[in-house]
């Protein structure tokens, strides 16, 4: 019954942490403009693009789709964990001007979640893929 709630709770930071991503991937297809301003901004690095935001979004989107689908869960969590925390810890300057800048504070849930799923990846069965669920052979 525990094992059920644990996996219950890591699937609904699963699907959370999907949502925020997917939208991330599509805005590189949609709107390479937008991106090319984010990453000019909080990356320092210019002039991309709009084609290779088109393979970053296509990328991107792939291990959105492997994540949500519980596969390859050190590789998928372990990626998604390190690019939300690059983007989380590029942000920094907006910390120094919090109160006109309180959106970006969710991030750091959002990063303690993708940890929490990467640490815990183990027990993180229900709907993933290639996982079985505690006492099934």
């Known amino acids: 019954m525990k094992e059920l709630k644990v996996a219950k709770a890591l699937l609904s930071l699963r699907l959370g942490v999907f949502v ?5 991937s599509i805005d590189k297809l949609l709107n390479p403009d937008h991106s090319a301003q984010v990453f000019d901004h909080f990356y320092g690095v210019a002039g991309v693009s709009a084609a290779a935001f088109t393979v970053l979004g296509c990328l991107q989107l792939l291990l959105v789709f492997v994540f949500l689908a519980g596969a390859y869960q050190r590789f998928s969590y372990g990626l998604i964990f390190l690019l939300h925390g690059i983007s ?8 120094l001007d919090a109160f ?3 959106l970006f504070f969710a991030a750091w849930p959002m990063l303690a979640a993708c940890f929490a799923l990467y640490y815990l990846r183990d027990m993180d069965w229900l709907l993933a893929w290639d996982h079985r669920s505690p006492g099934v052979s």
């Open 100 to 102: 006109n800048n309180l």
């Open 20 to 24: 925020v991503m997917f939208v991330w």
């Open 88 to 95: 989380t810890l590029s942000s920094w300057q907006q910390y």
